[in-house]
């Protein structure tokens, strides 16, 4: 079963393009180092502080592995280390989720407007 790594940042709002590298330097070290990255988020709309991290592990031995592997990782212990001198990052904390079977990674369907769900009667099913 697979379990789904989310990574809550609060960052420094001032330092948006030093986590944005951050970020995409994992975007390299995670799957070398047997992570599933769903990606990276930054804020956009409403908070200008929190940003996320999305990862997914065949189990939470597998997470385990990873960690041990990304610690040894050259560019892995760079990219921490860029990330305490830099100090973007203010806190950091991890919630590990299970992903409901068939509802993973599900694209959309239709035109995506509000007219294109309604019924004849023009109310939503």
């Keep these: 079963m697979s379990i789904t790594c989310f990574i809550r940042y609060e960052i420094d709002p ?3 393009d ?11 070290i995670i799957p070398r180092c047997g992570g ?23 189990s939470l031995a597998a997470y385990e ?7 040894t990782d050259p560019e892995g212990r760079a990219n921490f280390e860029r990330a305490q001198r830099g100090r973007f990052i203010l806190r950091e904390e991890r919630r590990f ?8 990674g599900l694209p959309a369907q ?4 509000a ?4 019924t004849t009667e023009g109310t939503a099913p």
């Design 115 to 118: 007219a294109a769900a309604t």
């Design 110 to 113: 239709g035109h995506g407007t």
């Design 97 to 104: 989720a299970l992903a409901v079977p068939g509802t993973l």
């Design 36 to 58: 599933h990255l769903l990606g990276y988020f930054l804020p956009h709309e409403g908070s200008n502080y929190e940003a996320w991290g999305l990862i997914a592990f065949d």
């Design 14 to 16: 001032f330092q948006i």
């Design 18 to 28: 030093a986590f944005r590298d951050y970020a995409q330097h994992w975007g390299r």
């Design 65 to 71: 592995a990873y960690r041990a592997r990304v610690r």
